[in-house]
């Protein structure tokens, strides 16, 4: 038996130390999940806090977008870029961006965001324009355009290229012609006619940046002509929130000119005030008022523009009151006029008086006379009297709705939020009247932002 035991001793403690190896590994092995494991829910936590980081620094950016528009130098005119923070600016441990839009570029060529509060008066009011300036946009469709004015309209009667109910009814769920005014942008996409790729173009994410991926061709959608320009979809031009007030920011009723001018009591204390009577008697002269000839006739006076070249003041004397003065059917507010100081080439193309040939030559006369756009006024040394007064019935100098496009992130450039807030100024006082979550449309900061925010990243592994 001793040399039996003796002759199996080694195989013993090989089989022992075999075991004792499996074990050992087994452990270690246990030990390397439940750490990865616990590495995995800690960076887990570790974004889930960025994200919070990134949506509590939206709000802040809110607030703050707020604290500009309610206290803007000149009312109705965005601030100057160089007073307020738009870019990679801190709240706590987040970082938000303002994503805007160039007002003087003619085209869409960069891949570096803008940054900037936008104009909602840069573009077109889908309850206001007419079928004829919609088609002129790019991208846009007769078909589409004629859809969108029998959605907005009361009736039930299609148009030539349009649609009602009937072909509504047809879809799988089938829905119904609104028959009624657009509450949103993104009503568009109900409409018979609106294919992505009218919709959107070649900005997926609606950044107004051209990414990688909107500049490969057929590669990765969108489908895009590679031609180092970004060609945006119809939903770029689009409001449905352009509204003036009929109040100044102090309280102070605004005049109606539309009617009569020359006998409009209002509008001479008005004029009396800012320039006095002798000048007040000038002005109302010129529409047959203030014992002139005419004797305060049936002058009716069809926009802000169109009194200005009728009243023969100065630019710097309309400047006085115009914020003052609006043109409109009855008590009506003025609602979807386009801001020519702010608005892009394409919408601006679509207004009568301006149009594609004239469309350059204003957008050019901005970047050259940043100074001067405080006012209407100056359109009419670029358009010239008569298409200047067809114009001016679309056109307004001053805003009332702003939109901030809110992109933020946590720290360490974790955790990526987006939210847009459209502010509503026309009642003295910033109010957020619309928020839409854009996070799911993708990273919009462009590549360079990217690249940074995985540098630091990186570097603090």
Known sequence: MKLTTSANAPDLQGSALIITLWVAFGLVALALYFGNSTSLDLRAADNRVAALEAEHTIEGAARYAAFLLGNLQQPGVLPDLKTYQREAAGIGNGTFWFLGRDPQASQLTT???????????????????????????PRMTPELASSMVDWRDTDSDPTELGAEEDTYLLRNPGYYCKNGPFESVDELRLLNGADAEILYGEDLNRNGVLDLNENDGNETLPVDDRNGRLDPGVLEYFTVFTKEPLTTTNGTQRVNIRQNPGANQQLRTLIETA?????ANQILNQFGGGGGPGGGGNVTVNSVLEFYLRSGMSMDEFTLIEGDIYSAQGNAAPQGLVNVNTASEQVLACIPGIGVDLAPSVVGYRQSNT??????????????RQNAI???????????????????VGHLGRGYRRTRFVFDLSTGVPQIIYRQDLGDFGWALGRQAKLQQQQLSMNTR
């Open 111 to 137: 891949d570096l965001p803008y940054f900037a509060l936008v104009d909602e008066a840069s573009k077109l009011n889908l309850n206001t324009a007419t079928a004829a300036m919609l088609e002129l946009l």
């Open 275 to 279: 320039l006095g009577s002798s000048r």
């Open 371 to 384: 100074g001067r756009l405080n006012t209407v006024a100056w359109v009419a040394e670029v358009l010239g």
């Open 390 to 408: 067809q114009a001016g019935r679309f056109l307004t100098g001053r805003s009332y709705q702003f939109t901030a496009d809110i992109a933020a």
